[in-house]
């Protein structure tokens, strides 16, 4: 028996939350770049300990040698890393955008809508938790009109206030 399958499309936008993915990114290139780095010192003192007499340019110039077996790698995983880390990131950043994108409406005073995750993204509870506080601010909103409306009218039924409106005193008053 097949799982469920989700209606909503797969996403087709790879940076959903910009500031966000950029500083997984960029930590994810941190780490990268603090392992090579680790790696070249290592290997460095590794070579002048095994070969004391060497000069350090010629340990540079063996390093560069043996960066032909890894640095190909490097080039090639980094940027699947890269493009796995957004992935991944997706499905949270994802659910995250759309609640605020509703969340933004319901400030606006539009209606919005129910949310609904994909079935791979983080935090499905939460699309659960947000519809049941759209649907309460929506009630509480038809009944805040219902009774503004109810109010409205009994105010025009006994308004007073034209007999306690003064005249402004900056109009001139015509000469009879």
């Given at each position: 028996m097949k799982a469920q399958q989700s209606k909503r499309p797969l996403r087709q936008q790879l940076l959903i939350d910009?500031?966000?993915?950029?500083?997984?990114?960029?930590?994810?290139?941190?780490?990268?770049?603090?392992?090579v780095t680790?790696?070249?010192?290592?290997?460095?003192?590794?070579q002048s300990m095994i070969h004391p007499g060497v000069a350090t340019s010629d340990l540079f110039l063996s390093l560069t040698?043996?960066?032909?077996?890894?640095?190909?790698?490097?080039?090639?995983?980094?940027p699947l890393m890269i493009y796995d880390v957004l992935r991944v990131s997706n499905r949270f950043a994802g659910p995250i955008f759309s609640?605020?994108?509703?969340?933004?409406?319901?400030?606006?005073g539009k209606e919005g809508r129910n949310i609904k995750f994909r079935?791979?993204?983080?935090?499905?509870?939460?699309?659960?938790?947000?519809?049941?506080?759209?649907?309460?601010?929506l009630?509480?909103?038809?009944?805040?009109?219902?009774?503004g409306e109810a109010s409205e009218e009994q105010e025009d039924e006994h308004d007073d206030s034209w007999?306690?409106?003064v005249p402004d005193e900056a109009e001139p008053v015509a000469a009879s």
């Open positions: 910009r500031d966000v993915q950029v500083a997984l990114i960029m930590r994810a290139v941190l780490y990268g770049t603090a392992c680790y790696f070249v010192v290592i290997q460095f003192f590794t040698d043996e960066a032909i077996y890894w640095v190909p790698g490097l080039l090639v995983l980094g609640m605020r994108r509703e969340m933004q409406n319901l400030i606006d079935n791979d993204d983080h935090w499905s509870s939460l699309a659960m938790q947000f519809n049941v506080i759209r649907e309460e601010l009630e509480l909103r038809a009944k805040q009109a219902a009774s007999m306690e409106a």
